[in-house]
């Protein structure tokens, strides 16, 4: 796996709030940098790939491990 520039940390975190983070956080990167993205919320499995999906990022990985939701996004170029 590619190792993200930034870490974003959500975790204890409710909708909407670890996409708001993630909205404001994306802002910072350049473009074409990766992202690594840990949330505890369910709902992120729904609202981080169209998230990226409606602003042109790329989800490059998403994986659930122990109660943890991780996903790599690349922010578009």
């Known amino acids: 796996m590619c190792q993200p520039e930034e870490i974003l940390d959500t975790s204890g975190?409710?909708?909407?709030?670890?996409?708001?983070?993630?909205?404001?956080?994306?802002?910072?990167l350049?473009?074409?940098?990766?992202l690594e993205v840990i949330a505890t919320d369910p709902s992120t499995q729904r609202d981080i790939p169209r998230f990226c999906e409606f602003l042109g990022h790329q989800l490059v990985t998403q994986a659930e491990e122990e109660e943890r939701f991780r996903y790599l996004i690349k922010k578009k170029a």
């Open 13 to 28: 975190l409710l909708c909407p709030e670890p996409v708001m983070l993630l909205h404001n956080k994306v802002r910072s």
């Open 30 to 34: 350049a473009p074409g940098a990766l």
